[in-house]
Protein backbone atom coordinates (compact mmCIF):
# COMPACT_ATOMS: atom_id res chain seq x y z
CA UNK A 1 0.00 0.00 0.00
CA UNK A 2 1.38 3.70 -0.77
CA UNK A 3 0.88 6.19 2.10
CA UNK A 4 -2.63 7.26 0.79
CA UNK A 5 -3.86 4.11 0.96
CA UNK A 6 -2.50 3.69 4.36
CA UNK A 7 -3.88 6.94 5.20
CA UNK A 8 -7.35 5.91 4.17
CA UNK A 9 -6.81 2.55 6.21
CA UNK A 10 -6.22 4.69 9.20
CA UNK A 11 -9.03 6.91 8.85
CA UNK A 12 -11.97 3.86 7.95
CA UNK A 13 -10.11 1.94 11.37
CA UNK A 14 -10.81 5.49 13.47
CA UNK A 15 -14.31 5.46 12.17
CA UNK A 16 -14.81 2.06 12.86
CA UNK A 17 -13.66 2.53 16.20
CA UNK A 18 -16.31 5.33 16.76
CA UNK A 19 -18.81 3.41 15.39
CA UNK A 20 -18.36 0.69 17.69
CA UNK A 21 -18.25 2.76 20.34
CA UNK A 22 -21.22 4.29 19.79
CA UNK A 23 -22.97 0.94 19.50
CA UNK A 24 -22.25 0.32 22.93
CA UNK A 25 -26.01 1.18 23.70
CA UNK A 26 -27.08 -2.13 22.28
CA UNK A 27 -25.06 -4.47 24.59
CA UNK A 28 -27.64 -4.47 27.08
CA UNK A 29 -30.52 -5.16 24.35
CA UNK A 30 -28.25 -7.70 22.56
CA UNK A 31 -27.88 -9.93 25.94
CA UNK A 32 -23.90 -8.62 26.36
CA UNK A 33 -23.63 -8.87 23.33
CA UNK A 34 -23.14 -5.34 20.42
CA UNK A 35 -24.40 -5.01 17.54
CA UNK A 36 -20.99 -5.04 15.20
CA UNK A 37 -22.34 -2.24 12.77
CA UNK A 38 -18.86 -1.66 11.90
CA UNK A 39 -18.00 -4.60 10.39
CA UNK A 40 -19.84 -2.76 7.63
CA UNK A 41 -17.37 0.12 8.20
CA UNK A 42 -13.96 -1.66 7.82
CA UNK A 43 -15.10 -3.48 5.24
CA UNK A 44 -14.94 -0.66 2.87
CA UNK A 45 -10.87 -1.64 3.38
CA UNK A 46 -11.00 -4.56 1.09
CA UNK A 47 -13.74 -3.21 -0.96
CA UNK A 48 -11.98 -0.67 -2.24
CA UNK A 49 -8.60 -1.55 -1.95
CA UNK A 50 -6.95 -4.50 -3.63
CA UNK A 51 -4.76 -5.31 -0.53
CA UNK A 52 -2.33 -8.38 -0.48
CA UNK A 53 -3.79 -11.12 1.85
CA UNK A 54 -0.78 -10.19 4.41
CA UNK A 55 -1.82 -6.36 4.42
CA UNK A 56 -5.39 -7.76 4.93
CA UNK A 57 -4.12 -9.83 7.80
CA UNK A 58 -2.38 -6.52 9.62
CA UNK A 59 -4.98 -4.21 9.20
CA UNK A 60 -7.39 -6.98 10.12
CA UNK A 61 -5.66 -7.32 13.29
CA UNK A 62 -4.78 -3.88 13.63
CA UNK A 63 -8.69 -2.79 13.62
CA UNK A 64 -9.79 -6.06 15.98
CA UNK A 65 -7.36 -4.59 18.47
CA UNK A 66 -8.55 -0.71 17.93
CA UNK A 67 -12.30 -2.09 18.26
CA UNK A 68 -11.02 -3.54 21.28
CA UNK A 69 -10.70 -0.34 23.13
CA UNK A 70 -14.41 0.44 22.05
CA UNK A 71 -16.66 -2.57 23.12
CA UNK A 72 -19.06 -2.96 25.66
CA UNK A 73 -19.14 -6.46 24.84
CA UNK A 74 -17.84 -8.83 28.20
CA UNK A 75 -14.81 -10.26 26.80
CA UNK A 76 -12.99 -7.59 24.93
CA UNK A 77 -10.24 -9.53 23.50
CA UNK A 78 -12.72 -11.66 21.64
CA UNK A 79 -12.49 -8.22 19.30
CA UNK A 80 -9.35 -9.41 17.68
CA UNK A 81 -9.59 -12.78 16.30
CA UNK A 82 -13.26 -11.44 15.80
CA UNK A 83 -12.49 -8.56 13.17
CA UNK A 84 -9.42 -9.82 11.81
CA UNK A 85 -11.00 -12.58 10.50
CA UNK A 86 -14.01 -10.50 9.21
CA UNK A 87 -11.55 -8.62 7.13
CA UNK A 88 -9.57 -11.28 5.85
CA UNK A 89 -12.57 -13.04 4.91
CA UNK A 90 -14.34 -9.70 2.97
CA UNK A 91 -11.12 -9.72 1.22
CA UNK A 92 -11.19 -13.02 0.10
CA UNK A 93 -15.20 -12.29 -0.97
CA UNK A 94 -14.75 -9.03 -2.77
CA UNK A 95 -11.50 -10.47 -5.16
CA UNK A 96 -13.63 -13.32 -5.71
CA UNK A 97 -16.52 -11.62 -6.97
CA UNK A 98 -14.64 -8.01 -8.55
CA UNK A 99 -15.99 -6.95 -12.21
CA UNK A 100 -12.80 -7.33 -15.42
CA UNK A 101 -11.97 -3.04 -13.95
CA UNK A 102 -11.86 -3.90 -10.62
CA UNK A 103 -14.75 -2.78 -8.99
CA UNK A 104 -18.08 -4.60 -6.89
CA UNK A 105 -21.53 -4.52 -7.94
CA UNK A 106 -23.83 -3.37 -5.10
CA UNK A 107 -25.17 -6.98 -4.18
CA UNK A 108 -21.68 -8.30 -4.66
CA UNK A 109 -20.35 -5.34 -1.65
CA UNK A 110 -23.22 -6.22 0.23
CA UNK A 111 -22.60 -10.18 -0.36
CA UNK A 112 -19.22 -9.66 0.88
CA UNK A 113 -19.83 -7.82 4.39
CA UNK A 114 -22.49 -10.60 5.09
CA UNK A 115 -19.76 -12.54 5.20
CA UNK A 116 -17.77 -11.04 6.85
CA UNK A 117 -20.14 -10.30 9.18
CA UNK A 118 -20.99 -14.17 9.55
CA UNK A 119 -16.93 -15.33 10.20
CA UNK A 120 -16.69 -12.44 12.61
CA UNK A 121 -19.61 -13.22 14.78
CA UNK A 122 -18.82 -17.08 14.77
CA UNK A 123 -15.10 -16.31 16.35
CA UNK A 124 -16.43 -13.35 18.27
CA UNK A 125 -18.69 -16.23 19.90
CA UNK A 126 -16.47 -18.49 19.84
CA UNK A 127 -13.38 -16.57 21.92
CA UNK A 128 -15.95 -14.44 23.68
CA UNK A 129 -18.14 -18.19 25.43
CA UNK A 130 -14.20 -19.89 25.84
CA UNK A 131 -12.04 -16.91 26.32
CA UNK A 132 -14.79 -16.04 29.95
CA UNK A 133 -14.62 -19.89 30.62
CA UNK A 134 -10.52 -19.84 30.35
CA UNK A 135 -9.79 -16.13 31.60
CA UNK A 136 -12.50 -15.21 33.57
CA UNK A 137 -10.60 -12.30 35.57
CA UNK A 138 -10.28 -10.66 31.98
CA UNK A 139 -13.93 -10.66 31.11
CA UNK A 140 -16.05 -7.90 32.45
CA UNK A 141 -18.90 -8.04 34.54
CA UNK A 142 -22.75 -8.80 33.09
CA UNK A 143 -25.21 -11.76 33.93
CA UNK A 144 -23.84 -13.70 30.91
CA UNK A 145 -19.98 -13.83 32.10
CA UNK A 146 -21.33 -15.17 35.56
CA UNK A 147 -23.83 -17.84 34.09
CA UNK A 148 -21.03 -19.35 31.28
CA UNK A 149 -18.51 -19.35 34.81
CA UNK A 150 -20.84 -21.01 36.81
CA UNK A 151 -21.96 -23.55 34.27
CA UNK A 152 -25.70 -22.27 33.98
CA UNK A 153 -25.31 -20.90 30.51
CA UNK A 154 -24.05 -23.67 28.08
CA UNK A 155 -22.44 -23.40 24.58
CA UNK A 156 -25.13 -24.13 22.43
CA UNK A 157 -27.75 -21.39 24.71
CA UNK A 158 -25.33 -18.80 24.23
CA UNK A 159 -24.73 -19.64 20.68
CA UNK A 160 -28.57 -19.22 19.84
CA UNK A 161 -29.04 -16.31 22.24
CA UNK A 162 -26.17 -14.25 20.26
CA UNK A 163 -27.16 -14.94 17.50
CA UNK A 164 -31.07 -14.26 18.03
CA UNK A 165 -30.38 -10.62 19.73
CA UNK A 166 -27.45 -9.73 18.05
CA UNK A 167 -25.77 -12.16 15.21
CA UNK A 168 -28.71 -11.84 12.98
CA UNK A 169 -29.79 -8.08 13.18
CA UNK A 170 -26.26 -7.09 12.89
CA UNK A 171 -25.85 -9.18 9.49
CA UNK A 172 -29.44 -7.75 8.09
CA UNK A 173 -27.86 -4.28 8.76
CA UNK A 174 -24.94 -4.36 7.34
CA UNK A 175 -26.05 -6.59 4.32
CA UNK A 176 -27.83 -3.18 3.62
CA UNK A 177 -25.28 -0.72 4.56
CA UNK A 178 -22.58 -2.15 2.88
CA UNK A 179 -24.05 -1.56 -0.69
CA UNK A 180 -24.48 2.17 0.61
CA UNK A 181 -21.23 2.64 2.00
CA UNK A 182 -19.62 1.28 -0.85
CA UNK A 183 -21.20 3.56 -3.75
CA UNK A 184 -20.66 6.34 -1.13
CA UNK A 185 -17.09 6.11 -0.60
CA UNK A 186 -16.23 5.35 -4.26
CA UNK A 187 -18.31 8.33 -5.65
CA UNK A 188 -16.08 10.32 -2.66
CA UNK A 189 -12.36 8.62 -3.60
CA UNK A 190 -13.31 9.25 -7.43
CA UNK A 191 -14.42 13.37 -7.39
CA UNK A 192 -11.10 13.71 -5.02
CA UNK A 193 -8.96 11.81 -7.64
CA UNK A 194 -10.46 13.47 -10.90
CA UNK A 195 -12.79 10.51 -11.90
CA UNK A 196 -10.68 7.71 -11.35
CA UNK A 197 -12.56 4.21 -10.93
CA UNK A 198 -12.07 1.01 -9.58
CA UNK A 199 -10.13 -0.20 -6.66
CA UNK A 200 -6.86 2.48 -5.41
CA UNK A 201 -4.35 -0.56 -5.59
CA UNK A 202 -3.30 -3.40 -7.04
CA UNK A 203 -2.92 -6.69 -4.52
CA UNK A 204 -2.61 -10.93 -4.19
Known amino acids: MNSREVALCGGLIALSWTVHGLM?????????????????????????????LVEANVVGVATGLALTAATASPFPLAN???????????????????????????AAASAAVAVATAVSFSAFVLASYFGILSFPDLARGGGAVEAIVDGRLTFGSFVAASLLKAGVPTL?????????FYSLARSLLSRRKGGGKGPMSRGG
Open 172 to 180: ASNAILAPI
Open 24 to 52: GFTEPIAGDIQFGIAISVYCLMPLLLRIS
Open 80 to 106: VPAHWAGLVSCKLAADRWRGDDGSLRP
